[in-house]
């Protein structure tokens, strides 16, 4: 076991009123600002909320900003939005119940939504309404009052006859008086001090109610028709309408958006204008005498058919990803049921591609209306990246192996040709893919039926010159993972089996009777607890480092270790005097090694971990309360080793993070010091140098020559604690950092200033 001693982890800085400020310079979000959910308009510019952020529209410049987790919210999955242009105040309503206040002095976080005694239901936010200083939230619960000023709530109305809850769907504020939308009718209630009290709402209509808006006049609807009027007196449309997605009042203007299309009438009920949308929508609004409808899936479109949003992927739901450079290749499947069972996505989503420029999704899986498409695993050919493999894992028609290819003049990709893998479709169901170094493609499989009707996990090589993959047993049964190359041998994680399969293929990857198997089981050292692998990842040391979805493990010298019966290790961390086992009975996603041999582990509902080559110093931790990252499950990380940035890929979206590590040569890059000056009333952490060697011999010293910290950097960076030799920290003045490479044929030197 190795030993070592557990230092503090890293956390992000507090931020201002309730929550922590999570975003920073060094993170950007990949998120997909498709689906539009509302509309606001304010002094030159459209505001457009979608899931997973806010973005701004300037009418005059056409420049798009946007806003998110990365930058400034601290929420994923938006469900409401409104926006007061004379105050510049914006709430977001989240799915988990939280809100986001946001003014020109900055984002407040809100968390204490109040909940009624005996709700158990969803905290999701159903609708927000800004009237003034005042906010009318609707949620599953009934409707509460938000002071936005004082930044909290003052009253709340629980709908709940004995103990059933009725949601407030959408609700208003109108000369003091709140109507709320609800399944069983609009109700009604002046806020004053009986505001809370249910029983003394009243029903103004029967009926079932999903919208309404204010603006001078009240407007609500059923799913079939819109009614309007001044809050005592109400007329109706005189149109029934297919199926209602929200309607949107202004000055002059009710706006209904239905499925498709949408419709414009002035306040006095008297249709103006119409246009068919041609893809269905959330919502829309009546902007400069034009229409912009909110999509599901291309932003705001206008009255000209304009798409306008920021560029990102088709939809959040990521997977899996490969990196190659500033190109991305975006896996959107999942599995259920311990790796075992198909778990599509209800919109068969496929995936996506980022050129270096743009984001592409291919015409392939947008007209698609028969294949059921869970894609688990996409690859590009090393010899020509516009030739992409991926596997289709489900247990229907489809299933197997599709080649396609990109052609950049219509940003598109054809189906070339598509390999089934069996006809039984609870068989051969393929998992992931990977090249080798000489461009052998090879591929595993879920339950490779076999000759005599059993099944085992299966391995299968595509045959260049035959067009066709070969399939090979591997000896063990059951589920698999993605494939790893390594040495020029196939590592293979088993995830419903406490075992890892090694197969040395011998450099030939057709031929499988050479080919031999090393199984590495529960008595090589894996978690007794384990009921499979799950990832492994080969360090600069050749130590595989084996994720469990009960644990970590190394292997060291793996390239020869696993032919002699390996012993794996755990790592034991001394916390307190305590020693534990690091990520203990813990499932681990991921495992990537960056230029520096650092370790980045995505640890599942437990965020990300970075540690220090030998793992010896967690680093940084984050997690999606102390970071932009979407949820706690990173199911997939990639690094850039050239640029150093490192991607966390969720089923809620993907976000990126620019690390210091960077792949580095054996001279000096463009040597960068920050902070500098470091202030200490405003900066406590460490000085980061970066841009450094391989290996660079690092000497610290003060004004007068004295030596105060010296070091040995790998990776092309380090960082400086500011204490001297003796651990203390070092006076203010200014300090020397004299820098060789490793031959010392290549010198740097840097200032650093200190303020204490």
């Given at each position: ?15 201002i ?5 999570i ?32 973005f701004?529209?300037?009418?005059t ?45 900055g ?27 005042k ?32 949601p ?12 709320a ?60 309408f ?43 609004n ?5 229409v ?8 705001l ?9 920021p ?9 899996r ?18 790796y ?83 006809v ?52 063990l ?20 089996t ?80 305590i ?72 089923f ?83 300090y ?6 490793e ?14």
């Open positions: 076991m190795k030993k070592i001693i557990l230092f503090s982890t890293f956390v992000l800085a507090l931020g009123f309730h929550g922590q400020s975003s920073s310079k060094k993170w950007n979000d990949l998120f997909s600002y498709n689906n539009v959910l509302a509309i606001k308009q304010n002094q030159g510019e459209i505001i457009a909320a979608t899931e997973n952020g806010i701004y529209y300037h009418l410049s056409g420049e798009i900003t946007k806003l998110s987790k990365a930058n400034g919210l601290h929420e994923v999955k938006i469900t409401a939005f409104d926006y007061n242009p004379a105050t510049k105040t914006g709430l977001i309503g989240y799915r988990n119940g939280s809100m986001d206040v946001i003014t020109p002095s984002i407040t976080y809100i968390v204490d939504i109040p909940i009624a005694t005996g709700f158990n239901g969803d905290k999701r936010i159903n609708h927000i309404a800004i009237t003034g200083d906010a009318v939230v609707s949620a599953n619960y009934g409707v509460s009052i938000f002071d936005l000023k004082k930044k909290e709530f003052s009253q709340s109305a629980f709908f709940v006859t004995g103990s059933t809850f009725e407030a769907l959408e609700a208003v504020m109108h000369d003091n008086i709140v109507y939308a609800t399944a069983t009718g609009l109700k009604t209630h002046e806020i004053n001090v009986t505001f809370p009290v249910y029983s003394s709402w009243q029903t103004l209509t029967a009926g079932s109610f999903k919208h309404t808006d204010v603006e001078g006049i009240i407007a609500f609807s059923t799913a079939n028709t819109v009614y309007y009027g001044s809050g005592t007196t109400f007329n109706q449309i005189p149109q029934t297919a199926d209602i997605s929200d309607i949107v009042v202004t000055e002059q203007h009710i706006i209904v958006t239905d499925q498709e299309r949408i419709y414009v009438y002035t306040t006095g009920g008297m249709a103006q204008n119409n246009l068919g949308v041609g893809e269905t929508c959330n919502t829309a009546y902007i400069g005498g034009q912009y409808a909110g999509t599901k899936l291309s932003g479109v206008d009255t000209s058919k304009r798409k306008i949003k560029d990102g992927p088709f939809n959040n739901r990521a997977y990803l490969y990196v190659n450079g500033e190109k991305l290749w975006v896996a959107t499947g999942a599995r259920a049921d311990r075992n069972a198909s778990a599509p996505d209800p919109l068969n989503l496929g995936f996506y591609y980022f050129n270096g420029m743009q984001w592409v999704y291919s015409s392939h899986f947008m007209d698609n209306t028969t294949t059921v498409y869970n894609v688990l695993d996409v690859v590009p050919n090393p010899a020509d990246f516009n030739e992409v493999f991926f596997v289709n894992y489900t247990e229907k028609p489809g299933q197997g192996v599709y080649k396609m290819k990109y052609e950049d003049t219509g940003k598109d990709f054809s189906l070339t040709k598509f390999y089934p893998t069996s039984n479709h609870s068989f051969n169901r393929p998992t992931g893919l990977a090249f080798d170094h000489n461009n052998a493609l090879f591929g595993t499989l879920t339950a490779l039926q076999l000759p005599n009707g059993s099944f085992t996990s299966g391995l299968m090589v595509y045959d260049k010159a035959a067009d066709e993959f070969k399939t090979s047993g591997l000896m049964h059951n589920t698999v993972q993605k494939p790893v190359i390594h040495e020029g041998k196939i590592w293979v994680p088993l995830p419903r406490n075992a890892l399969m090694i197969r040395d293929y011998k450099n030939t990857p057709l031929n499988f009777s050479d080919d031999t198997q090393y199984p590495i089981m529960d008595q090589n050292g894996l978690p007794s607890s384990a009921q499979g692998t799950i990832s492994v990842a080969f360090d600069k040391n050749d130590d595989a480092w084996i994720g469990t979805d009960a644990g970590l493990r190394i292997m060291s010298d793996a390239s020869s270790a696993y032919l002699s019966d390996p012993k794996l290790e755990s790592i034991i961390i001394e916390q307190n005097g020693p534990e086992e690091l990520f203990r009975d813990n499932l681990i996603h991921q495992i990537e090694v960056d230029t520096g041999n650092h370790k980045w582990v995505s640890v599942d509902r437990g965020g990300v971990y970075y540690l220090s080559p030998n793992g010896e110093r967690i680093i940084k931790h984050f997690t999606k309360e102390n970071s932009p990252l979407p949820t706690n499950s990173v199911t997939d990380i990639k690094v850039d080793h050239k640029t150093g940035k490192v991607y966390f890929v969720t809620e979206g993907i976000v990126m993070y620019q690390s210091d590590v960077v792949d580095v040569s054996s001279n000096f890059g463009n040597v960068l010091v920050y902070p500098n000056p470091v202030v200490y009333s405003h900066f406590k952490g460490h000085v980061t140098i970066r841009g450094l060697a391989e290996k660079t011999n690092i000497r610290i010293v003060d004004t007068a020559g004295n030596l105060v910290h010296q070091a040995v950097a790998r990776g092309g960076f380090h960082e400086w604690n500011l204490n001297n030799q003796r651990g203390n920290r070092v006076a203010s003045g200014v020397f950092v004299l820098m060789t490479n031959d010392g044929t290549d010198k740097a030197t840097a200032k650093i200033a200190v303020v204490n």
